[in-house]
């Protein structure tokens, strides 16, 4: 099975910071035949449920806002809030879904300092 | 408007059984894969199991953690996909969440719809 490594686990910043995560799958989530990376993109908000945010690696969901980015490719992607807001603080998966057991990382808190 | 609404959690002790439910409403349910992924407290996602649409012999797959023990079933009359869970340890108290890709019944694809949660405690 493929499994998925986030980092970092917790990352405290001020308002309007930039907010990088990172997440590395154990083998590659490209698939050669349609040149898609397999990998999703995840957003929970204290007390919710998990939001879709990015599929594709880079496919923004409806209604996301764009201030959120998707990058990368094969087995190293990124995640990148461009200017943090308060809506924003939550805990953050990777999720392949290249392989018929789909799986995610172990999540990357974001906090305000 | 797509939603999907869990039940049927609550407490049972270890070695007991325990059956979700998720109602499915405002897409094509029939024609969607159907996921249960669970939280435990405090802890990250893992994702147990699907079942795959009709076109696709309602195919199910879990990983090896719950494989033998869990079972996913779906009555495309009622919209509603089901979690079987027996021999429950305590290491399965977690929310447990429904959720889909609505409308795709692929095996490769990501959940854009997913359920308020239900939790399931297991302690004696």
């Known amino acids: 099975d493929i499994v998925m490594t986030q980092s970092p686990d917790s990352l405290a910043l001020s308002l309007g910071e930039r907010a990088t995560i990172n997440c590395k799958s154990s083998q590659s989530v490209l698939d050669s035949s349609d040149n898609k990376n397999y990998l999703a993109w995840y957003q929970q908000r204290p007390g919710q449920p998990p939001k879709l945010l990015i599929s594709w690696a880079s496919t923004r969901a409806s209604g996301v806002p764009d201030r959120f980015s998707g990058s990368g490719s094969g087995t190293d992607f990124t995640l990148t809030i461009r200017s943090l807001q308060t809506e924003d603080v939550a805990i953050y998966y990777c999720q392949q879904y290249y392989n018929i057991r789909p799986a995610f990382g172990q999540g990357t808190k974001v906090e305000f300092k | 408007e797509a939603q999907l609404v869990e039940s049927g959690g609550g407490w049972v002790q270890p070695g007991g059984s325990l059956k979700l439910s998720c109602a499915a409403s405002?897409?094509?349910?029939?024609?969607?894969?159907m996921h249960w992924v669970r939280q435990a407290p405090g802890k990250g996602l893992e994702w147990i199991g699907r079942?795959?649409?009709?076109?696709?012999?309602?195919?199910?797959e879990y990983p090896a953690s719950v494989r033998g023990r869990f079972t996913i079933s779906r009555d495309d009359s009622k919209n509603t996909a089901y979690l079987q869970m027996n021999r429950l340890i305590a290491e399965d108290t977690a929310i447990y969440y429904c959720s889909s890709g609505s409308g795709s019944d692929s095996l490769y694809w990501y959940f854009d719809l997913w359920g308020r949660g239900t939790l399931v405690t297991v302690s004696s």
């Open positions: 079942i795959r649409g009709k076109g696709n012999n309602y195919a199910t």
């Open positions: 405002g897409f094509s349910f029939s024609g969607s894969a």
